[in-house]
């Protein structure tokens, strides 16, 4: 395995990047991407040293950029290739990649077919300059097609670091959507290191007390039924949805500094959710599983 990494350009770039996780979900709509921005929020809060990348490769709707905060900043070319964008500026702990970084205006739409789309998320993986990594985690579109497949096939090198986290919510149709995806992850031998329930109701901003809207529990039923790790439900958090939603910065493009200085304080901001302590639960199962793959690793099925 070490032999190929070396001769491949994604490889090579990949070597140093120690886990990859791929946010996946059979169905849209069920808040896969604030999941993964969650993900690399709360493993970049573990430790004063871990170093996260999060890179979205939904390209038809990119929205990792404006939850970060980070909507507007330019990304940059060095003689090592494009260099990610910092949400954490100096510290440079926390980097971000999205194709929302290359559109001239954030309404333009991605009309690519499957060659280009493939060719972009190739650039993604091998141009960026990663560096050292102690995690990558990557949001995924909806479904089970070409981005999904480009993502195995460029990164056949490294398959021994890859993993996967599905997504859905507690509705009967969002469940059948995720078998779907965790059918996708079998076919490729993609261990999963278990399932999110997300939307499990929704707590009262005022009283706090907490409405079944989509109904709850049908995540943790399936999780059993197919032999994968709960990892947890998480309620609707309107702070949390606020917070994400008006991470914009303003339209008249502040400089690069005061960006830096806005998503450092999203980042501070997330902390005090009601959340992000459900979250950092999930993601010491995360990590543990990931630490410990032969105790309590993932499943990959057959």
């Known amino acids: 395995m070490t032999s190929v990494t070396q001769d491949t350009p994604v490889g090579r770039r990949l070597r140093h990047i ?6 996946c979900s059979g169905k849209g709509g069920v ?19 871990t170093r996260v990348g999060i890179l979205d490769v939904d390209l038809t709707g990119p929205s ?3 939850m970060l905060g980070l909507d507007g900043h330019p990304v940059h070319q060095s003689s090592d290739g494009w260099v990610p964008v910092y949400a954490d500026g100096s510290e440079a702990r926390l980097a971000c990649m999205s194709v929302g970084f ?13 060659p280009k789309k493939n060719a972009m998320i190739r650039q993604f993986l091998g141009d960026v300059r990663w560096g050292e990594l102690d995690y990558l985690v990557i949001d995924t579109p909806p479904g ?3 981005e999904h497949l480009s993502l195995m096939e460029h990164m056949a090198p490294v398959h021994d670091k890859l993993s996967a986290v599905v997504v859905t919510t507690p509705q009967a149709v969002a469940l059948l959507d995720a078998m779907k995806c965790l059918s996708f992850t079998r076919a490729v031998n993609l261990p999963v290191l278990g399932l999110i329930e997300n939307m499990s109701g929704y707590v009262c901003p005022c009283c706090g007390e907490i ?21 947890g439900s998480l309620p609707v958090d309107t702070e949390l949805v606020t917070l994400l939603d008006a991470a914009e910065v303003e339209e008249s493009q502040p400089s690069e500094g005061e960006i830096v200085q806005r998503s ?13 302590p459900l ?8 990590v543990r599983s990931l630490q410990n793959p032969l105790t309590n690793g993932a499943t990959s099925g057959s």
């Open 18 to 23: 120690k886990h990859i996780i791929i946010v």
């Open 31 to 49: 808040g896969k991407s604030s999941v993964s921005a969650q993900l690399a929020l709360s493993l970049y809060g573990s430790s004063p040293t």
């Open 64 to 66: 990792i950029p404006r």
């Open 102 to 114: 290359l559109l001239k205006k954030k309404e333009d739409s991605v009309v690519w077919r499957g």
């Open 144 to 146: 089970t097609s070409d």
């Open 211 to 231: 409405s079944n809207v989509f109904s709850t529990g049908g995540g943790e039923e399936m999780a059993r039924r197919e032999g994968l790790k709960f990892l």
């Open 264 to 276: 450092f304080g999203i980042l501070r901001r997330y902390e005090k959710t009601s959340t992000a």
């Open 279 to 286: 979250f950092a639960k999930i993601v010491e199962e995360i």
